[in-house]
């Protein structure tokens, strides 16, 4: 069965550091990542995809993230923290099921930048 | 291209109440989801249709009935709400069809209050 635990539920950096948020993922299959990004009252945005290609794998607003299978890790990093990526971030999970693809979510790492 | 879209943004209910969510998408997509989101515990899946003229259970779908109108919509009815079912409910929809890896792509969310 596919699983994703995000092992911090907040986080917090200032302006101008790196971030890490982490992600351990459980699954039997050759897996699909993401992570998605959820601003204060908005809906979910992909900031990026794993799908077997190249383990680094770059996304929209400097936002990067490295599979390591050895590991089962799925980390998202980005190198110099802005105020504008405080937000909610889901690590996700693609499970094969029935004909489509079921996301399975973890519970969120909140981001808080300060300045 | 408006994507995915929900009516209404914020609705209050009184307990035995019934009420239908609304949701379409303009990017042709196949399949498309419900999921509801509760604090420290992600998302999780309501209901979802595959394809045009199919519906299946996810993870939570008791208290919850769904229509696929066409390929376009995809509703979720409150038959008689209860105070379990406040959340923030969200669309979204996928390319769909076959085992491919399929990003989701997420309506602004329902913000539901039942008293």
């Known amino acids: 069965a596919q699983s994703v635990t995000q092992l911090d539920s907040h986080v917090s950096v200032s302006e101008g550091t790196p971030v890490l948020l982490r992600c351990n993922y459980s699954?039997?299959?050759?897996?699909?990542l993401f992570w998605y990004v959820q601003h204060p009252n908005k809906g979910l945005q992909l900031l990026l995809k794993?799908?077997?290609?190249?383990?680094l794998v770059k996304g929209i607003n400097g936002f990067e993230a490295e599979f390591k299978k050895s590991e089962t890790s799925f980390h998202l990093t980005k190198p110099s923290a802005h105020m504008s990526d405080a937000a909610e971030y889901f690590c996700?999970?693609?499970?094969?099921?029935?004909?489509?693809?079921?996301?399975?979510f973890g519970a969120g790492t909140r981001l808080a930048v300060h300045p | 291209n408006a994507g995915v879209t929900q009516t209404p943004k914020f609705q209050v209910l009184k307990t035995g109440q019934s009420m239908t969510l609304q949701c379409a998408q303009d990017?042709?997509?196949?399949?498309m989801y419900w999921y509801r989101q509760d604090p420290g515990m992600g998302l999780r899946l309501i209901y979802y249709?595959?394809?045009?003229?199919?519906?299946d259970k996810g993870e939570v779908p008791n208290g919850y009935n769904v229509s696929r109108l066409n390929k376009r919509e995809f509703s979720l009815r409150l038959e008689s709400a209860a105070p379990s079912q406040t959340s923030v409910y969200f669309c979204?929809?996928?390319?769909?069809?076959?085992?491919?890896?399929?990003?989701?792509?997420f309506g602004p969310g329902t913000r539901l209050t039942v008293t």
């Open positions: 979204a929809s996928s390319v769909g069809r076959g085992l491919g890896v399929h990003e989701q792509y």
């Open positions: 699954s039997s299959y050759s897996p699909s």
């Open positions: 794993y799908t077997s290609a190249a383990t």
């Open positions: 996700v999970v693609s499970a094969p099921s029935s004909g489509y693809n079921k996301l399975i």
């Open positions: 990017m042709n997509h196949n399949s």
């Open positions: 249709s595959a394809s045009e003229g199919t519906t």
